[in-house]
């Protein structure tokens, strides 16, 4: 799976009562926090979110209908849920309450959409939340209800779902001597038990996996990596009503354990990090405290896992919980906050600090208060996280950065814009990119921390059109990192309008004194904008009109007079030039509405024959120009209609008269 590193560009100071404001990390504080490589988008204070004593665990999800992000906030008296669709003004939709009473405790994952959440409170069993009656909340905050519960445990530590399988499997229960108790959720509302495993007691946390990494011996097989306070133990739970023990590890003497707390797998599959909560405050002490440790093995055989030892920090602070996106460990550690490395090196038992957050400014002692979780898997790129006694915050870390996220083009064969790389990644960094058919990417290698300038050439190949395209940064271990930017992007500018079929002042003239502009279709062009207008300036505009066809139907009477019209083509570049402008004259040589209406002409327009027929008897025809000069005269076969051969007139306006009526005409 690639890293998609999301771009932050503008940062706008807001206030609002119930939220701190979109902050970016400079200088190494964003506000009071501080940081670095990692902006502050907002805050929302415990008091705002369910007026629970904590926070606890968080989530995210997608709703697969709107699209919006939300936020899944565990709480000491129930489950928060905001709507995240705009990270720098997230909405408060209200409380689902817990299903007995309140507990420090409490822990959620989302698995499709329904929501698993189980709490260290008596008798709270699982709860299972419909996750889509996020998206009808209308009238926010609301008091929600559970959809369903399963009641085959009293109380639970945590949760974790196998993404592929489906099963939940609930740690730390009354049940199974605190190992892991199995629930079938296929069907969400009617969830059953599958099974447990009991064999090594207590659990704590576990990393669910239906197995994908490079041992052929397990391929396929559903396990849970078990972090069991004093070991972590692979489980094999394919089948749920035998589950057993593959192997179990420990740091192998390098270092005393304190309490075996949560842990992830690389993006390799190739390794397993984890945290040990205790190992901070039980073995280091006040005179010679250990830094913040996160331990390393190497799981490629899963039958002789290897202990490669620890990252030690400089902080004292207590870890908690890390979770692994690609190549980048976001780790929570309580007074020291949400901190980020980079794993590129875990084949050499280093991993990097390259961003941080802290969410406790107030100092990093090992104690256990500061942030709880944090969630980094959202397609925004943003980063969820809670800190126990403040609130939740939702950050922006800020690895790799765009100048700009979004770019228009017009007829442009270049694209030129530059690349900041925050993060020590694994240098030196080449540059591609992906979405853009066989263009070219010219860029010097990245050899450290710095920018590059990137020129993507070729860009007059492609239909006009928004690409979503990735800058595509690769590394000599063969990492690969991408960075999301939109571009639009539209060939050469629309050319003026060719006219056709509108000969002679270019108007044709209904019977119904509708009047029909067309011209001729012009490609690369997405609509027209029509104009008419009483002055040949254009400044007094009778209508104005955006079009898709290659025509425009006036249908209101125009007053005697002259009027002028134009069109010109649009599309992403914007409008193309005006075409030439067209005068017509609007004349009925003085007669009466009475008279007009007794004379009905047609087709007209006309081509070869037109057809005269009056509501009185008439002897005698005459057909006149626009400048008053008879050009046709005759006597009718029939005293109340006649067909009249026109194919001899100039194509242009013409009035025919009879009995003193008039009738306007178009030849063509």
């Known amino acids: 799976m690639m890293r998609s590193l999301y771009v932050f560009i503008t940062f706008i100071t807001l206030t609002c009562s119930n939220l701190y404001a979109q902050t970016p990390c400079e200088n190494g504080m964003a506000g009071t926090y501080p940081c670095r490589n990692v902006d502050l988008l907002a805050f929302i204070p415990l008091s705002e979110i369910g007026e629970g004593a904590n926070t606890n665990d968080i989530w995210g999800w997608v709703s697969p209908i709107t699209a919006k992000e939300y936020a899944l906030v565990g709480c000491s008296n129930g489950t928060a849920f905001l709507d995240i669709s705009d990270p720098t003004d997230p909405v408060y939709l209200g409380l689902l309450p817990t299903h007995t009473t309140g507990s420090l405790w409490r822990d959620l994952e989302a698995h499709g959409n329904y929501c698993y959440i189980g709490s260290e409170a008596q008798g709270h069993g699982l709860q299972i939340f419909d996750l889509l009656q996020l998206d009808a909340v209308s009238n926010p905050p609301v008091s929600f209800d ?90 094999d739970i394919t089948d749920k009503t035998d589950c057993y023990a593959i192997a179990s590890y420990d740091y192998e003497g390098q270092a005393e354990v304190g309490y075996i707390h949560q842990g992830w797998v690389t993006k390799d599959k190739s390794h397993f990090l984890l945290d040990d909560e205790l190992d901070e405050i039980q073995i280091g002490n006040e ?48 007074r020291s906050g949400v901190r980020v490395f980079d794993a590129v090196h875990i084949d050499d038992g280093v991993v990097s600090e390259v961003g941080y957050f802290d969410l406790y400014p107030s100092n990093d002692f090992a104690q256990f208060s500061g942030t709880w979780s944090n969630y980094p898997f959202l397609p925004s790129g943003v980063n969820l996280a809670t800190s126990m006694y403040e609130g939740f915050f939702i950050l922006q870390p800020r690895l790799i950065v765009l100048n700009q996220d979004e770019w228009t083009l017009c007829g442009n064969d270049e694209l030129i814009f530059d690349v900041q790389v925050n993060a020590n990644i694994a240098f030196p960094v080449t540059f591609g990119v992906s979405g853009l058919g066989n263009v070219t990417v010219t860029a010097e290698s990245l050899v450290d921390v710095g920018s590059a300038t990137i020129t993507i050439s070729g860009l007059n190949q492609l239909p ?56 001729e279709a012009i490609s690369d062009v997405e609509g027209y904008v029509f104009e008419l207008a009483s002055d040949e300036g254009f400044m007094e505009i009778i209508e104005t009109e955006n079009l898709t066809v290659t025509n425009y139907l006036l249908t209101f009477d125009l007053p005697d007079g002259t009027y002028y019209w134009r069109v010109r083509g649009s599309n992403g570049c914007g409008s193309g030039a005006w075409s030439e402008v067209f005068e017509f004259t609007v004349m009925f040589v003085g007669v009466s509405e009475a008279e007009r209406n007794s004379l009905r002409v047609f087709p007209n327009p006309a081509d070869e024959t037109v057809r005269i027929e009056s509501g009185k008897a008439f002897d005698k025809y005459t057909i006149k120009d626009t400048s008053g000069r008879i050009v046709m005269s005759s006597t009718p076969k029939s005293r109340f209609s006649s067909d009249i051969e026109i194919a001899s007139l100039s194509p242009g306006i013409y009035f025919i008269e009879i009995n003193n009526a008039v009738a306007r005409v178009v030849v063509r």
Request: aromatic fraction near 14%; charge should be negative; charged fraction near 15%.
């Open 146 to 235: 559970e959809t369903a519960h399963y009641d085959g445990f009293g109380k639970s530590h945590t949760i974790t779902v196998d993404p592929v399988s489906g099963f939940v499997i609930c740690m730390g229960t009354n049940t199974y001597e605190g190992g892991l108790h199995i629930v079938d959720v296929s069907d969400p509302l009617n969830p059953v038990i599958a099974g447990g495993f009991a064999n090594d007691g207590y659990t704590h946390d576990g990393f669910a996996w239906t197995y994908d990494g490079p041992d052929p011996d397990w391929q396929g097989k559903e396990l849970v990596f078990a972090c069991n306070e004093d070991e972590f133990t692979i489980v």
């Open 287 to 334: 005179q010679m405290p250990y830094g913040t440790r996160m331990h390393m093995f190497d799981i490629t055989d899963l039958d002789n896992a290897s202990y490669m030892g620890y990252h030690e920090a400089d902080n004292t602070s207590i870890d908690h919980n890390l979770y692994i996106l690609d190549q980048f460990v976001y780790a929570s550690n309580y």
């Open 464 to 519: 006009s059109g928004a690409y979503q395209v990735k800058l595509l940064l690769q590394t000599t271990f063969g990492e690969e990192y991408e960075v999301p930017f939109m571009l639009t992007y539209a060939g050469a500018q629309s050319e003026a309008p060719v006219l056709v079929n509108v000969p002679d002042n270019s108007i044709v003239s209904n019977g119904d004194e509708t009047t029909l502009f067309t011209w």
